[in-house]
């Protein structure tokens, strides 16, 4: 898989979670009606609350900021409603031991606490987002619509909702609808046994469901036979979303979800003349490539946008451009097309390409510097990982660091005498690589700055460091073949050799002359033999 750590950064930092910056006391607001939890009460807090969501902040985290109002509301409203969800807040920087006990490894991070259980948050970021999500993971998995006005009231001003008619709620079927309800984090189910209700929204069938929604299509009728839960699952998901949609803060958790395994991205201005037949091009796409692609547009009138097109290579004067991108895990797959033309045809056979593996991914790398080898610490770029890396028998100490980041500036002195200690010892190799503009295939990293070693003799087992940044902790780490500091990370995918070419000869005209010994020979190893002799009647004695 081909890796990025500037996406992934990206993805999590500046598409998930791109809000606006709160003001300075709103976390101190957020206090009065948010459990403040350490180490000496957590323990106690999730216990004698049943149900409790808790955010993991950093007090200098804009994001966090931005939070704080939304998350204070939400907890007002859940308390003036008598509702015993709680709400809670840990502020990580300072209670480490919880931070670790629950990896938590960006801010914000929230936990959803069931009977002292967590589990992952996969609500949105406002007051009512939080307040859907944690009602709908404690209430019942769908909501009972005994008439029209009720289902009225239900659907509100949602962008998305589903309404199931099930005469009997106790069927395979309605039971299969009930269990994706309860899946559903982010989508409100509905149930009736009311005609008057499916006729208001249209089904005509004994038992089915609609899916209602404020765009496209306003009404997506399931018609399958299949009533179990993935199923019902798969087709909410895939119709929960645009045909081509925006990207927006509120939308990014739902486009990178991994309900559609692929996602076609559009860069360009909304405001350029041809746009709206570029957004017709992508609607008729988007209507051939149903379930399998999900189309979307980056305005970079948006300067958040802007930002993301470093990760894959692109300018503003080559906009508008596209790529495809496929997500797995933490690992992104980048395809580009070979024609920058934006017609019906180009993008077909690019879409094409991509699915019939005929369009091989893309890996951004730097030149190889010419004096890549000339100082202790080796540079290393996408081009030649693998020969300073991986294809040797050495320890290789490398970090993944990022030019802006202030913390790989503060370990660059230190990582220079790190060179210098290991210089001359041809089973080590110190090397560094800018993460930002270098991509390998399988690598996996997940912050600034990386520590990692390869060792020699296993590099498909890497270990990743995670002591101290001094020059004393990095020496033993290297020393002691990474045992010291060091922590299995991610299996790192090692090319397979290709077998040698067969010597150009016919086998049965071979012919195996056996080797003798010489005179010497014979008398070396005979001495040899009488020394074991020895030795061996001494052990007997």
């Known amino acids: 898989m081909a890796s990025s750590l500037f996406f992934t950064l990206a993805l999590s930092a500046l598409l998930l979670f791109s809000y606006a910056r709160a003001d300075e006391d709103a976390a101190e607001e957020a206090e009065k009606h948010v459990l403040v939890l350490t180490e000496d009460n957590f323990k106690q807090s999730i216990t004698e609350n049943e149900h409790i969501l808790v955010e993991f902040y950093a007090p200098w985290c804009g994001h966090c900021k931005s939070l704080a109002p939304e998350y204070e509301s939400a907890a007002k409203q859940l308390a003036a409603e008598g509702s015993a969800i709680r709400l809670a807040m840990v502020d990580a920087t300072v209670e480490k031991s919880l931070q670790e006990e629950f990896k938590v490894q ?6 959803f606490f069931v009977n002292g259980e967590p589990t992952e948050y996969g609500g949105g970021r406002t007051a009512d987002t939080i307040i859907s999500w944690v009602k709908k993971m404690t209430g019942p998995p769908a909501v009972a619509l005994a008439d029209v006005d009720a289902a009225k009231e239900f659907i509100g001003e949602r962008e998305v909702v589903v309404i199931g008619l099930f005469a009997d709620q106790e069927s395979a079927a309605a039971k299969g609808f009930l269990k994706a309800a309860r899946d559903a984090q982010d989508i409100q189910y509905g149930i009736t046994s009311s005609a008057e209700v499916a006729k208001e929204y249209g089904i005509e069938s004994e038992f089915g469901f609609v899916v209602l929604r404020t765009f496209d299509e306003p009404r997506v009728f399931y018609d399958s036979d299949n009533f179990t839960g993935a199923a019902i699952s798969a087709f909410v998901g895939i119709n929960s979303l645009p045909l081509v949609i925006d ?29 709206k037949a570029h957004h017709e091009l992508l609607t008729q796409l988007a209507v051939d490539n149903k379930g399998t692609l999900l189309f979307v547009v980056f305005d970079t009138e948006e300067e958040e946008n802007v930002k993301i097109l470093d990760v894959f290579g692109l300018k503003t004067d080559a906009l508008p451009a596209v790529r495809i991108i496929e997500l797995v895990a933490r690992d992104m797959k980048k395809f580009e097309p070979e024609s920058t033309d934006l017609t019906v045809e180009a993008l077909s056979a690019f879409i094409a390409g991509v699915t019939d593996g005929s369009i091989k991914i893309t890996l951004k790398s730097e030149d190889v510097p010419e004096d ?21 028998e050495k320890n290789v100490i490398i970090e993944f660091y990022a030019p802006w980041c202030g913390h790989c500036k503060k370990l660059e002195p230190i990582w220079d005498e790190l060179g210098e200690y290991f210089d001359g010892r041809e089973e080590y190799v110190i090397a560094k690589m800018d993460a930002t503009t270098n991509e390998v295939e399988g690598l996996e990293v997940s912050g600034f700055p990386t520590i990692k070693m390869f060792p020699a003799g296993d590099k498909s087992h890497p270990l990743k460091y995670t002591g101290k940044r001094d020059l004393k902790s990095l020496m033993v780490f290297g020393e002691g073949g990474g045992r010291d500091g060091g922590v299995p990370d991610a299996d790192f995918p090692i090319p397979s050799k290709k077998a ?19 005179e010497e020979e014979k008398a070396i190893r005979a001495e040899a033999e009488a020394e074991v002799k020895k030795a061996s009647a001494k052990e007997e004695l």
């Open 372 to 392: 890549w080898d000339a100082k202790p610490v080796k540079v290393v770029v996408g081009k030649n990982f693998h020969d300073v890396v991986i294809n040797n």
């Open 500 to 518: 040698p070419e067969p010597d150009d000869f016919e086998a049965e005209d071979e012919e195996e002359i056996p080797l003798e010994e010489t």
């Open 106 to 111: 960006g801010f914000p991070t929230l936990k």
């Open 247 to 275: 990207f927006t803060q509120e939308s990014a958790p739902k486009i990178f979800s991994g309900k559609t395994p692929r996602q076609f991205l559009y860069f360009g201005s909304k405001k350029a003349e041809g746009f």
